[in-house]
């Protein structure tokens, strides 16, 4: 074989190589910045009926007008079930109606968490003094706190002051694990 064919042939093969490199580059970088979704193999969205939610009470965690504590999602069902985005956050008057916005969202990267039965998982809500964004405050009963894609809330009593028409809380997306007040921080 000559030498030009053989010289030939190496860029072929070389220019092949490269080219598939490139491919295989580009969709570990898509795979990797690309949010994760599905969850365990058949395992389904988590219920209301099979989500107990919970308050991470505790000692919280804050920093210079804000304070931190975790909502948590624990799986009581017996199959193993997913969660995935920001849940809903609104605060509720004395007569069970709200007041004041809805939690904002921390946005960050999130996937897709897969609860166990039995297991659970956590978002951060960060609450805000309200001193600091409004002059008049609203007397708030408590959170309603819906799960990711759900429409049934549950009603937890913790009374605090927020603003009528700016908003003082946000939320993180669910991640896994248990949220651990005073040490699960933004």
């Known amino acids: 074989m000559s030498s030009k ?32 979704r599905a969850g365990a193999a058949g395992a389904a969205a988590c219920s209301a009926s099979n989500l107990q939610i919970w308050y991470g009470l505790g000692e919280g965690g804050g920093t210079a007008g804000h304070y931190y504590a975790p909502l948590e999602f624990s799986n009581i069902g017996h199959r193993t079930c997913t969660l995935y985005g920001y849940p809903g956050v609104v605060p509720y008057g004395s007569g069970g ?10 946005v960050r990267p999130h996937a897709t968490v897969t609860l166990a039965p039995g297991a659970t998982a956590h978002a951060l809500l960060i609450e805000d003094d309200w001193g600091a964004l409004c002059t008049k405050a609203v007397h708030a009963a408590g959170f309603k706190v819906y799960a990711p894609g759900q429409t049934r809330a549950t009603e937890f009593y913790l009374p605090f002051d927020t603003c009528a028409h700016v908003g003082t809380t946000v939320v993180e997306p669910v991640r896994s694990g248990v949220g651990i007040p005073g040490y699960t921080i933004v």
């Open 5 to 36: 064919i053989r010289t030939a042939r190496m860029r072929r093969v070389t220019a092949a190589i490269a080219c598939c490199s490139v491919i295989v580059a580009a969709a570990a970088v898509e795979s990797a910045t690309a949010p994760a």
């Open 97 to 106: 109606k709200q007041v004041g916005l809805p939690a904002g969202r921390y």
